[in-house]
């Protein structure tokens, strides 16, 4: 396992399966689209371990509290990494470097 989702894993932190959408809706896009060395992504919203759309859903401050907003963007993050490990092969490796890392930049501090 790589050192990344070892220390995801430390964290108690999950990277989903694919989204299950509800029953009869088809998604019309692509999660993740390669095109060269940069990975364009789109469409994520929080999701469940086994795939499913967590919920509440809704908007911080009228129907969601700040604390199930944190939760939601908190699952948001860990589905764009499971659509980037399940598009890349891996989160790790010269095919997962950031726009920061290209740059020469590493933790806010340059390199």
């Given at each position: 396992m790589p050192k990344?989702?070892?220390?995801?894993?430390?964290?108690?932190?999950?990277?989903?399966?694919?989204?299950?959408?509800?029953?009869?809706?088809?998604?019309?896009?692509?999660?993740?689209?390669?095109?060269?060395?940069?990975?364009?992504i789109s469409g994520h919203g929080p999701q469940n371990a086994d795939g499913s759309i967590a919920e509440p859903l809704g908007k911080v401050g009228r129907s969601?509290?700040?604390e199930q907003g944190y939760t939601?963007?908190?699952?948001?993050?860990?589905?764009?990494?499971?659509s980037l490990k399940r598009?890349?092969?891996?989160?790790v490796g010269p095919g997962c470097r950031s726009s920061f890392a290209q740059r020469g930049w590493n933790g806010g501090v340059a390199v």
């Open positions: 990344i989702e070892e220390r995801m894993a430390a964290l108690g932190l999950v990277v989903p399966a694919t989204i299950k959408p509800p029953p009869g809706v088809v998604l019309p896009f692509q999660f993740v689209r390669i095109i060269g060395t940069r990975a364009l969601l509290s700040v939601a963007a908190r699952l948001t993050g860990l589905s764009i990494l499971g598009a890349l092969g891996d989160l």
